[in-house]
């Protein structure tokens, strides 16, 4: 898998996407942001027009009931208008960035939960993670609200289009005026938001690394290791030039902007000055009428408004659709594996058939090197593998290939002869069990964390055989609330702490409850205690009765009662046999166990192998 393709989204696409979304949510907002906009320019308009028409009415002695009449429907027109913007106003602001953040969250999650897993670990997903969070910062972030910026835009340039018609019905030359400043006003903010696109990507990769620095010195897991090695210092210190870059970065933005706004504000003063003397001099001249100077007085002094409001709409609306791109980025990352109709898994025999690897190899996205090359190796139904080698010999990946979760860069992995990327993906996956190093338990009970389940659909008396065949039955039931305690003190205030050894059991009832054909442990006794250990070796046969099953250990002579030794160094199967056989090879496997033999005084050997054979 390599870096996930960033897309290009035009910005009609955008549009389109963000209104379907708020249509699909609540179509009141989408009305709301269309009155919003008309309303907008109707109660201004008509507000810079009741001055015009109470002097016309004046000076040309209209009747009093004429007067009142055209006077209080005007009135009464502005009130209309007036509540129905507060009331639609009212309705965009408090939802359409709601609407927007929400529904990415959820979005989100989805995505997080059912993409493949290799394109979740993949750091090109997490750096399109980082632009994307970015753009979601909030409800009032500009992506969240597209059609609020719509509707500004909408009502900028209804407003431009109205005001203009007024004043250039006067003369043409102040619209030519006012055009002209425009246009280097545009330009002006056009250089401001490239400021903001050139540093975006380097501005995300910043608060990315401020929010990991942020994260580490919170994690309780790493507080320990901050403490006692005095991190504090080195993290201090990234954090604070990350946070100085940062800040740099920001400031370049903001100034982009402040010389915008402030090359906007003379050119109004200048603008509206030339316009209003050159009213003036008409009104002198008797060019014009009272009424009608109020009116475009007023109109110049608006226009300024519409102008400069259509100028920053547009720019918050490229932002806004810039970072709906982001987002797009990062839900639209498309899943590799079929999660579409697939093969038809192999059934009726509880074993799966065999699973064969055809000079398979992986790569990490973006490694230099191949983690794994060359592998051949086909187990049988109901075999027991081991798979032993020294730390970083591929061992972990192997499993994560075998079992689904990474596709081989090279060769093939097929079940029962057919290439596993032919079945759809989950059913694929359900044919395993598994218990890898890192364990992570789940704010629900004991129960819950065993079935992975709602507690509608747990079967409790499958729990409980399978913490008392994962050894964790004796400690559960000492608690008052059994199974039903909760775990994860970070969400549940009553819930309970498990011990590294007691979260390895719980992972491996975890696997035991689930009952699928492959059981693919992977150091699942790291954590635990001499005597809890060897209960499991001398069980491991009950364990994995019926089963395939592939067991990964750094104890080599704990892999004694597995049918067959895969011995990995460098990313390849180096060495491959039982026991006996590749201690009679004297390579690689034999050295190892001898350094490790070793370390155990005779007669504890001799235990221990007694205690494997009866596995
Ligand atoms: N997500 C990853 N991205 C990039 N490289 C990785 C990733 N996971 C593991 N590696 C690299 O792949 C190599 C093999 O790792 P793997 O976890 O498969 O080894 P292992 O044999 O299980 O090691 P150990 O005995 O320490 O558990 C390591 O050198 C590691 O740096």
Same mark, same amino acid.
């Given at each position: 898998?390599?870096?996930?393709i960033?897309?290009?989204?035009?910005?009609?696409?955008?549009?389109?996407y963000?209104?379907?979304?708020?249509?699909r949510?609540?179509?009141l907002?989408?009305?709301?942001?269309?009155?919003?906009?008309?309303?907008?320019?109707?109660?201004?308009?008509?507000?810079?027009?009741?001055p015009?028409?109470?002097?016309?009415?004046?000076?040309?002695g209209?009747?009093?009931s004429?007067?009142?009449?055209?006077?209080g429907?005007?009135?009464?027109?502005?009130?209309? !208008?007036?509540?129905?913007k507060?009331y639609?106003d009212?309705?965009?602001?408090?939802?359409?960035?709601?609407?927007?953040?929400?529904k990415?969250?959820?979005?989100?999650?989805?995505?997080?939960l059912?993409?493949?897993?290799?394109v979740? +670990?993949?750091p090109?997903?997490?750096?399109?993670?980082?632009?994307?969070?970015?753009?979601?910062?909030?409800?009032?972030?500009?992506?969240?609200n597209?059609?609020?910026?719509?509707?500004?835009?909408?009502m900028?340039?209804?407003?431009? &289009?109205?005001?203009?018609?007024?004043i250039?019905?006067?003369?043409?030359?102040?619209?030519l005026?006012?055009?002209?400043?425009?246009?280097?006003?545009?330009?002006a903010l056009?250089?401001?938001?490239?400021?903001?696109?050139?540093?975006r990507?380097?501005?995300?990769k910043?608060?990315g690394?401020l929010r990991?620095l942020?994260?580490?010195s919170?994690?309780?897991?790493g507080?320990?290791?901050?403490?006692?090695?005095?991190?504090s210092r &080195?993290i201090r210190?990234?954090?604070?030039?990350?946070?100085?870059?940062?800040?740099?970065?920001?400031r370049?933005?903001?100034?982009g902007?402040?010389?915008a706004? !402030?090359a906007d504000?003379?050119?109004?003063? &200048?603008?509206?000055?030339?316009?209003y003397?050159?009213l003036?001099?008409?009104?002198?001249?008797?060019?014009?009428?009272?009424g009608?100077?109020?009116?475009?007085?007023?109109?110049?002094?608006?226009?300024?408004?519409? !102008?400069?409001?259509?100028?920053?709409?547009?720019?918050?609306?490229m932002r806004?659709?810039?970072?709906?791109?982001?987002?797009?980025d990062?839900?639209?990352?498309?899943?590799?594996?079929?999660?579409?109709a697939g093969?038809?898994?192999?059934?009726?025999?509880?074993?799966?058939?065999?699973?064969?690897?055809?000079?398979?190899g992986?790569?990490y996205p973006?490694?230099?090197?191949?983690?794994?090359?060359?592998?051949?190796?086909?187990?049988?139904?109901?075999?027991?593998?081991a798979?032993?080698?020294a730390?970083?010999?591929?061992?972990?990946? &192997?499993?994560?290939?075998?079992?689904?979760?990474?596709?081989?860069?090279r060769?093939e992995?097929?079940?029962?002869g057919?290439?596993?990327?032919r079945?759809?993906r989950?059913?694929y996956?359900?044919?395993?069990?598994?218990?890898?190093?890192?364990?992570?338990?789940?704010?629900?009970?004991?129960?819950?964390?065993?079935?992975?389940?709602?507690?509608?659909?747990?079967?409790d008396a499958?729990?409980?055989k399978?913490?008392?065949?994962?050894?964790?039955?004796?400690?559960?039931?000492?608690?008052e609330?059994?199974?039903?305690?909760?775990?994860?003190?970070?969400?549940?205030?009553?819930?309970?702490?498990?011990?590294g050894? +007691?979260?390895?059991?719980?992972?491996l009832?975890?696997?035991?409850?689930?009952?699928?054909?492959?059981?693919?442990?992977? +150091?699942?006794?790291?954590?635990?205690?001499?005597?809890?250990?060897?209960?499991?070796?001398?069980?491991?046969?009950?364990?994995?009765?019926?089963?395939?099953s592939?067991?990964?250990?750094?104890?080599?002579?704990?892999?004694?009662?597995?049918?067959?030794?895969?011995?990995?160094?460098g990313?390849r199967?180096?060495?491959?046999?039982?026991?006996?056989?590749?201690?009679r090879?004297?390579?690689?496997?034999?050295?190892?166990?001898?350094?490790?033999?070793?370390?155990?005084?005779?007669?504890?050997?001799?235990?221990h192998? +007694?205690?494997?054979?009866l596995?």
């Amino acid at each position: 898998m390599t870096t996930p393709i960033k897309r290009t989204y035009s910005a009609w696409s955008n549009i389109l996407y963000s209104m379907r979304l708020h249509w699909r949510a609540r179509p009141l907002t989408l009305m709301c942001c269309a009155v919003s906009a008309l309303v907008g320019v109707g109660f201004p308009f008509v507000s810079i027009l009741m001055p015009k028409i109470v002097i016309d009415n004046l000076t040309e002695g209209v009747a009093p009931s004429e007067f009142i009449l055209s006077v209080g429907g005007l009135a009464l027109l502005l009130a209309a !208008l007036s509540g129905a913007k507060s009331y639609a106003d009212l309705i965009t602001h408090e939802s359409v960035g709601t609407i927007s953040i929400l529904k990415h969250l959820q979005t989100i999650m989805h995505k997080h939960l059912h993409m493949d897993y290799e394109v979740l +670990e993949s750091p090109g997903y997490a750096k399109l993670g980082e632009k994307a969070w970015r753009a979601m910062q909030s409800n009032h972030s500009p992506a969240s609200n597209i059609p609020r910026n719509l509707s500004q835009l909408l009502m900028n340039v209804l407003g431009l &289009l109205a005001y203009g018609t007024v004043i250039g019905s006067v003369h043409p030359l102040i619209l030519l005026l006012l055009a002209v400043s425009a246009g280097i006003n545009w330009l002006a903010l056009a250089r401001a938001r490239k400021i903001e696109r050139n540093t975006r990507e380097e501005r995300s990769k910043l608060q990315g690394r401020l929010r990991y620095l942020q994260q580490a010195s919170k994690e309780p897991s790493g507080g320990k290791d901050v403490r006692l090695y005095d991190l504090s210092r &080195l993290i201090r210190g990234l954090f604070q030039n990350a946070l100085g870059t940062c800040t740099e970065q920001e400031r370049k933005v903001a100034t982009g902007d402040m010389k915008a706004q !402030l090359a906007d504000a003379a050119l109004s003063l &200048l603008r509206d000055g030339a316009a209003y003397a050159f009213l003036i001099y008409l009104v002198m001249h008797g060019e014009m009428t009272l009424g009608n100077f109020v009116l475009v007085f007023a109109a110049i002094g608006a226009f300024a408004g519409w !102008l400069s409001g259509i100028l920053t709409s547009s720019s918050d609306l490229m932002r806004a659709l810039s970072e709906m791109s982001d987002i797009r980025d990062y839900l639209d990352v498309p899943d590799l594996s079929n999660t579409g109709a697939g093969h038809a898994l192999p059934s009726g025999d509880r074993l799966p058939p065999a699973i064969t690897l055809r000079n398979v190899g992986y790569t990490y996205p973006d490694a230099g090197k191949p983690t794994l090359s060359g592998i051949d190796l086909a187990i049988e139904p109901g075999e027991r593998i081991a798979i032993v080698g020294a730390n970083g010999a591929g061992k972990t990946t &192997l499993i994560k290939l075998l079992c689904g979760l990474y596709r081989p860069t090279r060769g093939e992995i097929a079940l029962g002869g057919v290439d596993v990327t032919r079945y759809n993906r989950d059913e694929y996956f359900s044919l395993f069990s598994t218990v890898f190093q890192d364990i992570h338990l789940f704010c629900c009970d004991i129960a819950g964390n065993v079935s992975q389940q709602p507690p509608d659909r747990t079967d409790d008396a499958n729990v409980a055989k399978s913490l008392v065949m994962a050894g964790l039955m004796e400690k559960v039931s000492g608690l008052e609330k059994g199974a039903s305690t909760l775990l994860v003190r970070r969400v549940h205030a009553d819930a309970i702490e498990l011990s590294g050894g +007691e979260k390895q059991k719980l992972a491996l009832a975890r696997a035991l409850y689930k009952d699928a054909p492959v059981i693919i442990l992977d +150091e699942p006794t790291a954590a635990l205690d001499p005597i809890a250990e060897s209960e499991i070796y001398q069980r491991y046969a009950e364990l994995t009765a019926g089963r395939t099953s592939i067991y990964i250990s750094h104890r080599l002579a704990s892999t004694r009662f597995c049918d067959r030794i895969l011995l990995m160094d460098g990313g390849r199967i180096a060495e491959c046999g039982t026991h006996d056989e590749l201690m009679r090879a004297g390579g690689k496997y034999a050295e190892m166990f001898r350094v490790q033999a070793h370390y155990y005084k005779d007669g504890e050997v001799a235990d221990h192998e +007694e205690a494997f054979h009866l596995a």
